[in-house]
């Protein structure tokens, strides 16, 4: 027993030093860029617009790299239940950096990641990442299909994305 608790003390003496000069490597702070107010409600207005077009009232939501909702815009018929389901959608986006209708059927199993709450693997959800950097997600619902959702989510995307990449360092 002596000889397992020094065993496991020079180990963790051992081990210490290295991470220090790891944690030294490391910068002390790291910057995540954000979308403006005004950048996130032109999307969520294109989204709205282009929904209305196909004769559709929706929700658009636009969450930030952190995943907290930055801009929710629920048509004037876009059912309530809409507002939780665009949340979702934009907030899977985001984490998957992936379009949610590219997700369909990836995930299979007792425990599956589309029962963890918060995240919705349905069409009408995109990351919005541009030149390699995620800003956050884009989600629509209230469409009668999720292929109308995600022309309005890439409609919403589409209004920003040439400003983004223009102002990309």
């Known amino acids: ?25 490391q910068p002390l702070s ?13 999307a969520a207005r294109a989204s709205i617009d282009a929904c209305r077009k196909e004769g559709v009232q929706i929700t658009v939501t636009i969450i930030d790299r952190g995943g907290h909702p930055q801009v ?3 048509d004037v018929l876009a059912m309530d239940v809409s507002i939780p389901i665009s949340r979702d959608k934009a907030y899977t986006a985001m984490s998957f950096n992936a379009p949610t209708g590219d997700l369909e059927g ?18 009408g959800g995109l990351p919005i990442n541009i030149g390699g950097t995620i800003y956050g997600g884009i989600g629509v619902s209230g469409a009668p ?3 109308i959702d995600e022309k309005c989510a890439q409609a919403g995307l589409d209004a920003i994305s040439d400003d983004l990449e223009m102002s990309a360092e």
Do not use: C, H, W
Not at 1 to 25: G, T
């Open 30 to 42: 790291v910057n995540i860029k954000r979308l403006s107010l005004d950048t996130a409600l032109t």
């Open 145 to 147: 299909s999720g292929e």
């Open 106 to 123: 990836r995930f299979k199993g007792a425990y599956s990641v589309p029962k963890t709450p918060g995240l919705l693997i349905a069409r």
């Open 72 to 74: 929710v815009l629920r």
């Open 1 to 25: 027993m002596q000889r397992r608790k020094l065993l496991i003390s020079v180990l963790v003496l051992l081990a210490f030093p290295v991470s220090v000069v790891s944690a030294a490597d």
